[in-house]
Nanobody
Framework: QLLESGGGSVQAGGSLRLSCVVSEYPSRDYCVAWFRQPPGKERRAVGTIDNTGATRITVSLKGRFTITEDTASHTVQLRVDSLIPEDTATYYC???????????????????WGRGTQVTVSS
């Protein structure tokens, strides 16, 4: 199970840290990903982190989004800086086995999902 937290309403220009507690990793080699779904739009990948700590961020989001993991607490965090209204979305974390060298940025690679946490950015 995965449980997201940390969402809320924030002002543009601020920062936000979302957390995802992973109660059980799908395998020893795993990927945990963050996705987001803006209102009325498709859900798309933000980035991933794997069991080695390697991260991938969607190219268009590089520079403002950072993914880290505290393995002791089984918590994966997504930090978003310089928030803009376009960051308004429901943010989901997802987990899956790492079958390749890199984690994939596609939903089909992740069989386990949290329920999401809402982030609203006002200008």
């Amino acid at each position: 199970q995965l449980l997201e937290s940390g969402g809320g309403s924030v002002q543009a220009g601020g920062s936000l840290r979302l957390s995802c507690v992973v109660s059980e990793y799908p395998s020893r080699d795993y990927c945990v990903a963050w996705f987001r779904q803006p209102p009325g739009k498709e859900r798309r990948a933000v980035g991933t982190i794997d069991n080695t700590g390697a991260t991938r961020i969607t190219v268009s989001l590089k520079g403002r989004f950072t993914i880290t993991e505290d393995t002791a607490s089984h918590t994966v965090q997504l930090r978003v800086d310089s928030l803009i209204p376009e960051d308004t979305a429901t943010y989901y974390c997802a987990a899956g086995a790492r079958l390749y060298a890199d984690c994939h940025l596609v939903q089909s690679s992740y069989p386990y999902w949290g329920r999401g946490t809402q982030v609203t950015v006002s200008s």
